[in-house]
């Protein structure tokens, strides 16, 4: 166990969204969260279709950037814990301080093309100063099955340090087509770009003092390896205007992603390629799961308009890391609201709710990669500086449900996240 888990991480969403995908590569998204029925250049991801009712002909673009802080704690009860009620507290910190996006579309007549780049997946990493649970009680019980007596920090020491990363960079191309006064189509395809990897160490030794095991090593790894993987995703959408109702639909095919590893140092107490998952050459499943999201705004006033949307990821059908995917209850459940009012000609403020619902699994989860329930807010502003230039701003808040893992007899974790995103975009129209 502590060899096959020490250094396996996978990666997880920067933002909102699934495991491995972040929904929100618009600033807009940020401040009112339910884009799904927008009729906006930020649809060319969250509703391609919807381009075909933009309200006049031309070239539309979009610049954004986004800054994420996260930290993730576990709050661990272990037997031999010599602390009071046989508690630690561990926290991680993980930082996105710019992610980029990129949109553009260009219409005329029933046509428009539309593209964008963005980073669709991961783009953080997190590091635990203070260790993981899981090595200090794997480290105690080894110390005390030998010397039968209690474990008290002063008998080890665990020394670890490893840069971790990994981001999908997503190059977005698609045509929407307006058949009729009513009805938009859309259809394209994402080309994802995977890169990380992992370069640390680790080691745990007895201090002296402790009969029979004085200065032994109990265990000593070495990682230096980095990983690269691509895969395709095919996007097809629909939205049918109504009035004043607004209803978009897409829906992201399931991207079949494998990863490979380039290793330079692979070592478990000194043995060479002892990690099974970070040998040179290896391949790793890392599939972004399909992505069915269904809108409906409506226009309450001229100048008040508010969505409710849905999203559904695929996760169980998506191959994950050591097949992690069969030990989900269900896949992701979104539920996102968000309102926008004009409240003059040169401003318009938003805000939205997000609730999102994993099927984790006690299996599933672990000090290294964990996931917890959550809702978010968001709220901001849209500032229409001339005609053609509108700067958006935002902020994003995410509150976690803490998950409980009964690790063993006496044994539990108790998982817990935060997480603030700030926005600030410009969007400009010849």
Same mark, same amino acid.
């Given at each position: ?165 990994? $981001?999908?960079? /997503?190059?977005?191309?698609?045509? %929407?087509?307006? *058949?009729? !006064?009513?009805?938009?189509?859309? @259809? +394209?395809?994402?080309?994802?770009? $995977?890169?990380? /990897?992992?370069?640390?160490?680790? %080691?745990?030794? *007895?201090? !002296?003092?402790?009969?029979?095991? @004085? +200065? ?58 002892a990690l099974e998952d970070y040998k040179d ?140 995103v700030f926005g600030l975009g410009i969007d400009?129209?010849?």
């Open positions: 166990m502590f060899i096959g888990t020490a250094l396996l991480m996978v990666s997880i969403s920067t933002f909102a969204g699934g495991y491995l995908t972040n929904t929100n590569q618009h600033v807009s998204f940020l401040r009112m969260l339910a884009r799904g029925a927008s009729i906006d250049i930020d649809g060319v991801y969250s509703n391609p279709a919807g381009l075909s009712f933009l309200p006049e002909d031309g070239l539309y673009l979009s610049l954004n950037g986004q800054s994420a802080y996260q930290t993730r704690t576990i709050d661990a009860t272990f037997p031999l814990f010599p602390e009071e009620g046989n508690r630690r507290y561990y926290e991680g910190k993980a930082s996105a301080p710019f992610i980029p996006s990129f949109q553009g579309a260009y219409k005329k007549g029933p046509w428009t093309v539309s593209g964008s780049f963005a980073v669709v997946g991961g783009g953080g990493k997190a590091s635990f100063d203070n260790g993981l649970p899981m090595f200090d009680s794997m480290v105690m019980s080894t110390i005390a099955t030998a010397t039968s007596g209690m474990v008290t920090p002063e008998m080890y020491t665990i020394n670890s340090a490893m840069d971790g990363s990994q $981001f999908i960079y /997503g190059v977005q191309l698609g045509v %929407t087509y307006r *058949v009729n !006064d009513w009805l938009g189509v859309f @259809a +394209g395809g994402r080309m994802n770009y $995977f890169t990380g /990897g992992y370069e640390g160490f680790l %080691t745990a030794t *007895v201090r !002296d003092g402790v009969p029979g095991l @004085a +200065g032994q090593e109990l265990a000593s790894i070495e990682l230096d390896c980095d990983q690269t993987g691509w895969g395709l995703t095919p996007i097809l959408g629909a939205d049918v205007k109504l009035g004043k109702w607004n209803i978009g639909l897409k829906y992201e095919f399931m991207t079949n992603l494998n990863i490979e590893n380039k290793t330079r140092k692979n070592t478990v107490n000194g043995q060479e390629d050459g290896v391949n790793t499943p890392n599939d972004i799961p399909a992505l069915l999201s269904a809108a409906v705004g409506y226009e309450i006033l001229p100048s008040l308009r508010a969505s409710v949307e849905y999203h559904h990821f695929f996760d169980k059908a998506a191959g994950m890391a050591g097949g992690k995917e069969k030990y989900l209850d269900h896949g992701t459940h979104e539920f996102l609201v968000g309102a926008e009012w004009d409240v003059m000609k040169y401003l318009t403020v938003s805000g939205g709710y997000q609730l999102t619902n994993y099927g984790q699994t006690d299996q599933f989860q672990s000090d290294t990669s964990f996931s917890c329930d959550s809702y978010s807010l968001g709220f901001g502003a849209a500032v229409h500086m001339t005609k053609h230039l509108t700067l958006n701003v935002a902020y994003f808040w995410t509150n976690y449900t803490d998950y409980t893992k009964q690790v063993a007899e006496g044994a539990q974790n108790v998982y817990g996240r935060t997480n603030k400009y129209k010849f």
